[in-house]
């Protein structure tokens, strides 16, 4: 009798307390596998989201060291250019004397700014020491473009040698 009593009053109210237990626990697991996933993938987004913030900063930073780069090369060529134009001048102006060689530097700079290709629009005039076309033309020098600043340079130190600084408006 114990066991039909046993067997039909007290293991079922057993087994459903222990599947019940079972089944909570299960729940409770999946709940914290759910709490898990959703948390990872928080974490993956976030980070994704760094990772492309660094590799927009990585992409800014190479341009920047780039632009930074041809500015730094923009510049030396500048200086080479400017050393050369000055050793033109130099080379044009040194037989007629130190002091030549300044008026040069001076009217050079007034008229062109050492810009070997400045055209005045109004004149005409061209090259680091502003030809006029026809002035350039009666110069030993005329075969040669007035934008080649050597040649601008000697006919510069031709025409001075020849006619004096007073062809030229601009003194420096």
Request: hydrophobic share 45%; aromatic share 10%; charged share 10%.
């Amino acid at each position: 009798m114990w066991v039909v009593i046993l067997v039909t009053v007290i293991l079922p109210r057993l087994t459903p307390h222990q599947q019940q237990s079972v089944s909570v626990a299960v729940t409770q697991l999946s709940a914290f596998d759910r709490n898990s996933v959703v948390q990872q993938s928080v974490n993956q987004r976030v980070q994704a989201a760094q990772m492309a913030q660094v590799q927009s900063w990585s992409l800014e930073l190479k341009q920047g060291l780039a632009n930074y780069e041809a500015q730094k090369q923009a510049e030396a060529d500048a200086q080479a250019q400017a050393a050369a134009i000055a050793k033109d001048i130099t080379d044009a102006f040194s037989p007629l004397g130190p002091a030549a060689v300044q008026w040069a530097m001076n009217v050079a700079w007034c008229e062109s700014r050492y810009h070997p290709n400045s055209v005045n629009t109004d004149s005409g005039a061209s090259g680091l020491f502003q030809f006029l076309p026809s002035t350039w033309s009666g110069t030993p020098y005329a075969s040669q473009s007035p934008f080649d600043p050597r040649a601008n340079a000697f006919a510069a130190a031709w025409l001075y040698s020849h006619y004096g600084p007073g062809r030229w408006v601009c003194q420096g």
